[in-house]
């Protein structure tokens, strides 16, 4: 096989694949350079989906007339003076390869005027070749206009999606980039027709109203969090309020729109037992670290990051999220819980009786009868829940309360089921997690990397519940498991366990596993159904929640309680 040296043309069109692979990717690059031009109007005209036509207007401040045919040259760039600033990218785009591989795949036109000079320039390309700069008329700032996309390469034509699959990627990036800039104003036009018109807004609750829509919006709260140099902050959707994909969970880092795995995992672990399986919350995270703690070329369309301190990073987030929600449960009235909640599909409370293979005196705490009597005067009750003014019990499963706002509903046994859990969990992490010895060791042979990464982790794994020894090259014996855990398998745990190790710095696998465990304890030995609970006992367990930091969902996401605000119930009955 003979070495060949490829073409000008084909070098620039492998480059361009990597850069633009629809007409999505070239409006996010030509936004990136206009936000990083100083815009605060930028206006983006469409038609045909993008395939025939791009054009993105700004007010920034422009390229010079004489720099005009240099900035569709390769790696031709204002933003880097150096070799050091690759390593404390402070700029959107920074590569120089946007404008020339936009132009290599299509018909681009650039037309800009800086401020203080009378007259722009003007520079077409055609499939890569340029023209002459010329002098023009026009406005300050930068107009780029792409017409025929992938004109000449009908490979990737062909792999372009529906015309309304390209458009909504298209809305996508504008509406991430509105979020990330709310001092910006954003316009979308599709043939001629306004697709969204994001204002500049004071608030940013107004900037999340614009593109995620009023009724998600309004389901959100704030949440802020600083330590060090680190700092993470946005909205996320108040408990029980869910989608089935991810759609809108979205991680910004020093404003830069990116999809990692770390964010997206530490967001969900600070979700924890918030959520029911499969579903997703709405979040808008902003997370500001130093230039130089995090690596943005690691991707050519600059969508993925590497940080230098991945595992501290997703402990803050973990922390950043939890602590929002935290707040947030402390006054669950002010997102009252409509009946309109999805159908639950987790776990359900059985039928009949449960026998647990564990003795009276661990579950005793957790017995409805074991409930501490806390009747306390009204003015000496200051959680949400002991505020409420106790009218009933219905149906024998639910507590019927008068609030603040109107009536709530509280599922009694998901409400002693969410105590159960805190406590037993509380209990946990108080001390280490107490071992099981296997009558027999379990066998595990690993790839040599995560050999490498498990005997690293030995201690860590020792204070979640297990002990594993090297036994021989690359294979490990499981010799004792937590307490709690029933007899199995448990080499596939430890397994993804490791597998979580080598992706993200460390693992929660294992405390899943045992707060699964827990959840199931809890579900089995709290109040049940069809059990009447006297006045005492009400007051008792409404206590007891306003005590824990998540009283608003069971462990499995399933609501605790519901909020019929006066507004709802008026409308029930035709009042307003």
């Not at 361009?16 to 936000?35: C, F, I, M, Q, T």
């Not at 390229?63 to 003076?81: G, N, Q, Y």
């Not at 130093?290 to 943005?296: C, K």
Request: glycine share 8%.
């Amino acid at each position: 096989m003979s070495i060949i040296l490829l073409s000008k043309g084909l070098v620039s069109r492998i480059a361009a694949g990597e850069v633009v692979e629809r007409p999505a990717a070239v409006v996010k690059e030509l936004l990136e350079n206009s936000l990083d031009a100083g815009a605060h109007e930028v206006s983006v005209s469409i038609e045909g989906s993008g395939s025939t036509l791009i054009r993105v207007s700004d007010n920034g401040t422009g390229i010079p007339f004489e720099e005009l045919a240099l900035a569709v040259e390769s790696h031709a760039t204002s933003k880097l003076k150096e070799e050091a600033d690759l390593f404390r990218i402070a700029t959107l785009g920074f590569r120089g390869e946007a404008l020339p591989s936009i132009g290599s795949v299509s018909r681009m036109e650039i037309t800009s005027r800086t401020k203080g000079v009378e007259t722009g320039g003007r520079l077409v390309v055609h499939g890569g070749k340029r023209g002459d700069p010329l002098r023009v008329g026009c406005p300050v700032g930068t107009t780029v206009e792409v017409r025929d996309l992938f004109m000449d390469v009908p490979a990737r034509r062909k792999f372009l999606k529906s015309p309304a699959t390209e458009l909504s990627h298209i809305s996508d990036v504008i509406n991430r980039m509105a979020l990330a800039h709310p001092e910006v104003h954003f316009r979308l036009d599709h043939g001629g027709k306004n697709l969204c018109d994001y204002v500049v807004t004071q608030r940013f609750q107004d900037r999340l109203g614009q593109v995620l829509g009023p009724d998600v919006a309004r389901g959100m709260t704030s949440f802020s969090w600083k330590q060090g140099k680190v700092a993470a902050s946005g909205f996320l959707s108040a408990t029980p309020s869910s989608f089935p994909n991810s759609r809108y969970l979205m991680t910004f880092v020093n404003r830069r729109f990116v999809r990692d795995r770390v964010l997206t995992h530490a967001v969900l672990e600070g979700y924890e037992t918030l959520l029911m399986k499969g579903r997703y919350p709405a979040v808008a995270l902003f997370l500001e670290v130093p230039y130089g703690e995090v690596d943005v070329n690691v991707h050519p369309a600059k969508i993925e990051v590497r940080f230098r301190r991945q595992g501290e990073i997703h402990d803050a987030v973990v922390e950043a999220v939890r602590g929002g929600l935290r707040v947030e449960a402390k006054d669950p009235g002010a997102h009252a819980r409509r009946s309109d909640v999805a159908a639950f599909e987790g776990v359900r409370e059985g039928p009949r009786p449960y026998a647990p293979a564990f003795t009276t005196d661990t579950l005793a705490l957790f017995r409805a009868d074991a409930l501490e009597s806390r009747i306390l005067p009204g003015a000496a009750r200051r959680g949400f829940f002991s505020s409420l003014d106790v009218l009933g019990q219905a149906l024998g499963c639910y507590i019927v309360c008068q609030s603040n706002e109107g009536m709530a509903l509280i599922d009694q046994h998901a409400a002693h089921e969410r105590v159960a859990f805190e406590k037993m969990r509380h209990q946990m992490e108080q001390g280490r997690v107490e071992h099981q010895d296997l009558l027999i060791p379990q066998m595990i042979e690993l790839p040599v990397a995560e050999a490498l990464l498990l005997e690293q982790w030995a201690d860590a794994m020792d204070g979640l519940g297990f002990t594993v020894e090297a036994f021989g090259q690359n294979t490990f014996a499981i010799r004792s498991v937590p307490a709690l855990f029933p007899a199995g398998d448990w080499r596939g745990v430890l397994g993804r366990m490791v597998a979580e190790l080598a992706e993200i710095g460390k693992s929660a696998q294992i405390s899943h596993e045992l707060e699964e465990r827990l959840m199931t304890i809890a579900c089995h030995n709290v109040i049940r159904a069809n059990r009447k609970l006297t006045l005492d006992e009400i007051h008792a367990l409404l206590g007891e929640l306003d005590g824990i930091d998540f009283a608003t969902q069971c462990p499995h996401g399933r609501p605790v309680f519901v909020e019929f605000s006066q507004a709802d119930l008026e409308k029930l009955f035709k009042r307003s």
